[in-house]
């Protein structure tokens, strides 16, 4: 497994090691549908009196499949884990942003320093060490809840993002976590960090 320093050409792929329990849902509007209808299956299983929740259930999982492909989504992770009868809510979208889309910055320095003068409150900006991937830029961020767009939620949303240069390109790689699980936040960034840490070029 080459590090990041390692590489002379652009890596052909990426691979992060995911919790068993987390769904990949394909954001490609051809196999879109059957992903979100295995997922809602999954989820609605031996409930039967529900079909407002899951109608509803369906159609978020549409919008946010779109808003993630339309964001330069290549892979969407949804969390079917639960602890007893609570669901351990949270997503992954790992993207690759259009290079107009992007300040530029030509190091994970650079770019803290720009995310930090935007900064406010609750967003925390920092550069990391990931064991194979390399330097990476590390924002957590808590927002108020948005229940019109998070299936009702009402809890403030925790989100971890890593910015990870991809080796040999002035393009990057970037791993979105998200939960609305306020009260077990840190819990659940301490599980995203250590997903982050798998990401491996290949």
């Avoid at 949804?78 to 809510?89: H, K, M, N, Q």
């Avoid at 803290?112 to 991937?133: K, S, T």
């Amino acid at each position: 497994m080459k590090t990041a320093n390692e590489f002379t050409s652009p890596p052909q792929d990426y691979n992060v090691v995911v919790p068993d329990g987390w769904f990949q849902l394909a954001l490609d509007p051809d196999d879109r549908d059957r992903g979100i209808v295995a997922l809602t299956d999954r989820q609605f299983r031996g409930v039967d009196n529900a079909p407002h929740l899951k109608e509803q259930f369906m159609r978020d999982l549409q919008r946010q499949a779109k808003n993630a492909y339309n964001a330069g989504g290549t892979e969407l992770y949804i969390s079917t884990l639960a602890i007893g009868p609570v669901p351990l809510a949270s997503s992954l979208l790992i993207s690759v942003p259009a290079p107009d889309e992007w300040p530029n910055c030509s190091d994970a320095e650079e770019l803290a320093e720009h995310l930090a003068g935007q900064n406010a409150d609750d967003i925390e900006v920092g550069v990391v060490e990931l064991a194979v991937a390399g330097k990476a830029v590390r924002q957590r961020r808590r927002e108020a809840a948005a229940p019109e767009a998070q299936m009702g939620n009402t809890l403030p949303t925790t989100t971890l993002t890593y910015y990870v240069p991809i080796p040999a390109t002035t393009r990057w790689l970037m791993l979105n976590f998200s939960t609305p699980m306020d009260p077990l936040a840190d819990q659940m960034v301490a599980l995203f960090d250590t997903v982050a840490g798998t990401l491996h070029w290949g």
